[in-house]
């Protein structure tokens, strides 16, 4: 077996942190806008727009973000000529790559989270007078909190292991959008399967710490 390069795991845990920042931020607020609906079919019409990246293939996840944010892609023309900025194949790429497909399971978690806080807080909390804004940030994030929390840690073990969307929009570039699994699927193509081990035991016990984690803060959450 050949010197094991760490740049895969340095590189997919720098875009799984960023991944779930964007992720937590951007699912609170879906589950957040759907959960204030009324209309059940406007929430079901949300609802399967926001979930269609968990339901569809990867690589076709990637391929649309390759049209939009490719060099000559809608987006991506702008953002180059315009601001200089290149999403395809960089580090850019991957995590727009794992925001995309790490956001339906942070919005569902994130929306049966707020589902299940008790419906006589939020109405305490207008006859009170507080704004929609304000039972947001203290009556629901708060109820929410242990919910919310797993969604983040999901979304990050996802943000960790994406690989087909990143393939597609960020390539295998080794040292620069190379992470865990390209790794894995580099070294098992090239036969090095001794490497290749290393970097899937490295997965599982990154994914298994970050379950760890969301069970011991949920546990500490209940007993507090």
């Not at 895969?8 to 875009?15: D, E, F, G, Q, R």
């Not at 929009?169 to 193509?189: C, Q």
């Amino acid at each position: 077996m050949s010197e094991i390069d760490w740049s895969p795991v340095w590189i997919s845990l720098k875009i799984a942190a960023i991944t779930m920042v964007f992720t937590f931020v951007l699912g609170l607020m879906a589950a957040w806008f759907v959960y204030n609906r009324k209309r059940e079919i406007i929430k079901a019409v949300c609802d399967g727009i926001f979930t269609m990246p968990l339901v569809l293939p990867p690589t076709v996840a990637g391929f649309f973000l390759l049209l939009l944010f490719g060099v000559n892609g809608v987006f991506g023309s702008t953002l180059w000529h315009v601001f200089g900025i290149r999403v395809a194949f960089t580090q850019i790429g991957a995590v727009l790559a794992s925001v995309v497909i790490s956001f339906p399971i942070m919005y569902r978690s994130a929306r049966a989270a707020l589902e299940q806080v008790d419906d006589d807080l939020v109405l305490a909390g207008r006859t009170l007078g507080m704004s929609e804004t304000r039972i947001f940030l203290k009556v629901l994030i708060p109820n929410a909190l242990p919910g919310l929390v797993g969604g983040g840690v999901l979304s990050f073990a996802r943000g960790l292991g994406e690989f087909g969307a990143t393939a597609m929009i960020a390539g295998n570039i080794p040292g620069k959008t190379r992470t865990l699994s390209l790794a894995v699927y580099a070294e098992t193509a090239a036969g090095d399967m001794d490497q290749a081990g290393v970097y899937v035991g490295i997965i599982l016990l990154l994914c298994f710490v970050a379950v760890i984690g969301m069970n011991c803060f949920t546990m500490v959450k209940k007993k507090g």
